[in-house]
Nanobody, 123 residues
Framework: VQLQASGGGLVQAGGSLRLSCAAS????????MGWFRQAPGKEQEFVSL????????YYADSVKGRFTIARDSARNTVSLQMDTLTPEDTAVYYC?????????????????WGQGTQVTVSS
């Protein structure tokens, strides 16, 4: 099993980044795909989730209206489009896969994890 996150970087406040996560080694179409983040000195937090069939999406209140999650089952990838970034979005972002359905917010409910990609937003 492998989840390879990419797309992080340094961006100014108000800018955009698009994260991508390539999945392999498991039945991607059977798993909900989520993004979490962890800022320095803080606990890991839920960011967004897309259901196994792509019909349902969920967002943390802090990113709602600014971030958009999508999946491409033909390519086994999940993306996170991040717009109107603020310094508070600075964190390492992780993609993860869960077999559970519904609004899966807790990180321990996820089965597979990627290595993380750093997002830094300067003021």
């Amino acid at each position: 099993v492998q989840l390879q996150a990419s797309g992080g970087g340094l961006v100014q406040a108000g800018g955009s980044l698009r994260l991508s996560c390539a999945a392999s080694g498991f039945t991607f179409s059977s798993y909900g795909m989520g993004w979490f983040r962890q800022a320095p000195g803080k606990e890991q937090e839920f960011v967004s989730l897309i259901s196994w069939n792509g019909r349902n999406t969920y967002y943390a209140d802090s990113v709602k209206g600014r971030f958009t999650i999508a999946r491409d089952s033909a390519r086994n990838t999940v993306s996170l489009q991040m717009d109107t970034l603020t310094p508070e979005d600075t964190a390492v972002y992780y993609c993860a896969a869960t077999r559970l359905t519904g609004e899966v917010l807790r990180n321990y409910d996820y089965d597979f994890w990627g290595q993380g990609t750093q997002v830094t937003v300067s003021s």
